[in-house]
């Protein structure tokens, strides 16, 4: 398994997902390493050093590949990441808060450390048409990503977290 300081694991059915999780290893640099989520097993988690977790809220909660590779990887990794590092990206509909709350608790179990406030992106897609559609992330957003993975490859090179 690959060492690498920031793992950056992520989900996207419709793109956007994607899109933030390839800005934010962009930032990171060649300290990031991207994993889509249905790939990640332990040994991946345990390599890292910190985590930027990016995935879409589905249905109000965290969508279910994301889901399932905490399901995977949960009791394999208990009891070996603790105070490690990570952040979040969630793209979202309308709000968002929901998957952010579940993957906190989650990161809790683990005993994880929150290093940088949740980023949410809002799409705005409230019809079934809008939300099946692929999804164009406006640029300031990605560059929001960009500096999220930045600033978790940076803090992860010094010695911050």
Same mark, same amino acid.
């Given at each position: 398994m690959p060492k690498c300081k920031l793992l950056v694991i992520?989900?996207? $059915?419709?793109?956007g997902s994607r899109a933030l999780a390839e800005a934010a290893a962009e930032g990171g640099g060649a300290a990031a390493r991207l994993v889509p989520a249905e790939r990640v097993e332990p040994a991946d988690l345990l390599a890292a050093q910190g985590y930027l977790f990016v995935g879409p809220e589905n249905l109000a909660a965290l969508s279910g590949a994301m889901k399932e590779m905490?399901? $995977?990887?949960?009791?394999p990794c208990l009891g070996r990441l603790e105070g490690r590092p990570y952040a979040t990206i969630i793209c979202a509909g309308s709000d968002g808060e929901n998957a952010q709350r579940q993957l906190d608790r989650i990161a809790?179990?683990?005993?994880?450390?929150?290093?940088?406030?949740?980023l949410i992106?809002?799409?705005?897609?409230?019809?079934?048409e809008a939300t099946l559609a692929p999804k164009t992330i406006p640029e300031d957003r990605l560059a929001e990503a960009r500096d999220l993975g930045a600033a978790m490859a940076e803090g992860l090179a010094a010695g911050i977290f």
């Open positions: 992520w989900h996207s $059915r419709t793109g905490f399901d $995977r990887c949960y009791y809790t179990g683990w005993r994880l450390r929150r290093v940088a406030d949740p992106v809002n799409t705005d897609a409230q019809t079934p």
